[in-house]
């Protein structure tokens, strides 16, 4: 059963539609998985996320959600979907429980009666539930809009970017949030700037400039990867950079944390690699095969 | 040490009862590039805001290139550079106003603003887009302009706050290599950050947890001392005993 399905949706903006956003899209998203949509600011996460949330019409193709249409069934798809938008929405002059009440409220429904959906979350908020939300640190409020999205028990959750500019520790906690939600059956259309958070998810779109570079599972992603992959290191990591630019063997080669990864045009450049760094007798140089993580997939499309 | 661009001695700010900055201490050599790290809330903004001058400490002592965080915020003002991902650049102008509005704001002559943009639309190869606003500029573009402009004035030191948030993992690179040129020109560097690949590439790093700084050292170093094999471990194993929860 497919939960999102996407089909050659495209949008513009201007007045003569010279800004593409979205260029000829098409996904499907499973019943009960997670699925990431990941990729750089101005992508077109956030259009692509407004036109299947109902807010915003797409110029051409068609979308549904839960088998009905975004156009024709906006009304009812608003009733059985939860949206957090990236950009913080609630009230600010509400405390934390009328802001809860209020769109418990809204969806004809209250706390008590969809308490265990949202408990493990709310209750790390629950102390500070007399605080206006304005109020609240960016973990907090990221917390009660997750809450807020979910109190109508919704059966697909939009989240754009919820992780963007929250620490290393913070993100990790909320996938595992998000993880416990789809244990309870809910579908996840989750998008991140975050290249490391696509293992995460049961399957990613990898989208750049408003087209969609790949779909795949994460790990089948990295197996798409065609060129071997390896890492170096040195005392001068810029010189070695510099040097490694000029090999003729070498398609691309980039900084990537301690070391840099040396993307190879073929498996013979592997032996030349090596001999390389054995007559660099002035600087050592370590090297070390890598298997490529989806930051290197990423790079690798963007330079097809 | 003559060659300390920050120092900072027990620096110190509350707000009521909150401890946001909890006797911080630590220097910044001049040319380095330095990494502030820390959870949401770990008080990284409250140092930053002291050490560029807009904000008085509590307590403690800390100079900025020379200039004293109490009574001289003037001089500091004047004498680095700062860039956020939030606000850098004025979107409504085109590339070359916004360069000379920094600028004139510096108080640099106008031989100086026109010499300089030159040579910045020159290195950043955008001479075609001078006169087009920085809105419709690609974000990794806008980043790399913005960081420019911020050392628009050759300052001695740099704060940047988490400049590549957001931005393509090819344009995140060419940034990085612009902040190596910059500093290889001597400009100090001082960087927050929440990709922990880029924690790699600084000469050291702190990391803030609840208001203190818990960790100073080389990358390197601080992976051996928490038994760690990347930063992101490093960092994981220091936040996680924050007890705070706030931003």
Known sequence: ??????????????????????????????????????????????????????????????????????????KEIRKRIGYMPGKFSLYPDLSVEENLNFFATIFNTSIEENYDLIKDIYV????????????????????????????????????????????????????????????????????????????????????????????????????EFEYPLWAAKSANMLQLLNNLKNLPYIKDVYP???????????????????????????????????????????IGFMNK | MSSSIITADKLTKTFGDFKAVDQISFEVTKGEIFG???????????????????????????????????????KIKQNIGYMSQKFSLYEDLTVKENMRFYGGIYGMSNKYIKTKTAEILSQLHIQKEENVLVKSLPLGWKQKLAFSVAIFHEPSIVFLDEPTGGVDPVARREFWNMI????????????????????????????????????????????????????????????????????
Request: charged share 25%.
């Open chain 1, 256 to 298: 990537f944390g301690e070391y840099h990864h040396i993307v190879l045009q073929s498996a013979e450049g592997v032996e030349l690699l090596k001999k390389y760094v054995a007559s660099q007798t002035a600087e050592k140089i370590e090297i070390l095969k890598v298997v490529p993580n989806i930051e290197d997939c990423f």
């Open chain 2, 36 to 74: 502030f790290l820390g959870a949401n809330g770990a008080g990284k903004t409250t140092a930053m805001r002291m050490l560029c001058g807009l904000s008085l400490p509590t307590s403690g002592k800390a100079t900025v290139a020379g200039f004293d965080v109490y009574e001289e915020t003037e």
């Open chain 2, 180 to 247: 190596y040129q910059a500093a290889a020109e001597g400009i100090t560097i001082f960087v927050t950050t929440h990709y922990m690949d880029e924690a790699e590439y600084c000469n050291r790093v702190s990391i803030m947890v609840d208001g203190k700084i818990e960790a100073l050292d080389a990358p390197t170093a601080l992976k051996i001392k928490y038994q760690a094999k990347s930063m992101d471990e490093v960092f994981l194993k220091l936040a996680r005993k924050a007890v705070r929860n706030a931003d």
């Open chain 1, 1 to 74: 059963m497919q939960s999102i399905v996407v089909k050659n949706i495209s949008k513009s903006y201007g007045k003569k539609g010279e800004i593409a956003a979205l260029h000829d899209i098409s996904f499907e998203v499973e019943t009960g998985s997670l699925f990431g949509i990941i990729g750089p600011d101005g992508a077109g996460k956030t259009t692509l996320f407004r036109i299947l949330t109902t807010l915003l019409l797409a110029d051409k193709g068609t979308a549904t959600v839960e088998g009905m249409d975004v156009v024709l069934s906006f």
């Open chain 1, 124 to 223: 790390q908020i629950e102390p500070f539930k007399k605080r206006k939300a304005g109020k609240l640190s960016g973990g907090m409020k990221q917390k009660l809009a997750l809450s807020c999205a979910l109190i109508h028990r919704p059966e697909v959750l939009f989240l754009d970017e919820p992780t963007t500019g929250v620490d290393a520790v913070s993100r990790k906690e909320f996938w595992e949030m998000l993880k416990g939600l789809k244990a309870q059956g809910i579908t996840i259309l989750v998008s991140t700037p975050y290249m490391d958070e696509a293992s995460l998810c049961d399957k990613v779109a990898l989208i750049q400039k408003g087209q969609i570079l790949t779909i795949n599972t994460p790990q089948g992603i990295v197996d």
